[in-house]
């Protein structure tokens, strides 16, 4: 896979999963690359129409391909934003693909790994927001700590944070491989294939660009703005995101939740969703293809 590839994970299973009506409305928070947005405006008639929403300036510029398509429009900004970019209940479908890009992961000068060297941002929006150098150049230990252990579910966390505050105390960390080698030293258990900052890279990078409070922001609002009947997708590549995920559409499905004892008048008190069929994960033929693939899960659900 070249730096200018990206594979949409899941790519047939997931716009199937939509169950695309060649009339309808549906929008792609992720557009990404767009792969999954072309697969669905594929499916569209004329008479369809397709929103696609990302904040990474590189994911803008991609969709200037789409752009002499009258069936699609793309919105700068987060998946959050969504209240502001649909303005009623009339998607018939929305897919959210919570995974880093590979452009994205494979150009050094986003910072996000550290397979080369390059400046230490990981901004999804490169054009505003704090980087993580200028986070790391002056968070309390404490706080680095927290985010690392919270958020990459690293255990050496509190290690790894007073490696980083000792280091930054002699030279300032501007670099992605600077940072992996003092988190690297800062590990005394080392996995298998997989480099030792691998759990603390992400979790500075998921802490930077709000990822997970953009996440539950968004399932809120998107409920509200399905047809009945139409399908919420999510494809989730971190356990926390897939915790989120599980639990809201878990929540919404059960409804409301009354003490025991409690005369019951609605049993369908508080139901917004249906849950449709299990968790999916990519085929052995899928990771074999893209290994980038094998942490991804797949979870649907049905407006009531």
Partial sequence: MTQAEHVS?????????????????????TFGRGGHSREILSRLSPSGKLIAVDKDPAAEASALSLANDPRFQFEPGSFADISRIVT???????????????P???DAQRGFGFSGDGPLDMRMDTRTGMTAAQWLASAPEQDIADVIKTYGEERFGKRMAAAIVKARAET?????RQLANIIAEANPKWEPHKHPATRAFQAIRIF???????????LECMVDKLVVGGRLVVISFHSLEDRIVKRFMRDQARGIQLPRHVPVV?????KTLNLVGKAMKPSNEEIARNPRSRSAVMRIAERR
């Fill in 9 to 29: 994970v899941l790519l047939a299973e997931s716009v199937s999963a939509l169950s695309v009506r060649a009339d309808g409305s549906y929008l792609d928070g």
């Fill in 88 to 102: 009623d209940n009339s998607l018939d479908g929305i897919l959210l693909d919570l995974g880093v890009s590979s």
């Fill in 104 to 106: 994205q992961l494979d």
């Fill in 172 to 176: 300032p960390i501007t670099g992605t």
């Fill in 208 to 218: 930077i660009n709000r990822e997970l409070e953009d996440l539950e922001l968004a």
């Fill in 266 to 270: 609605d049993s369908d008190a508080g």
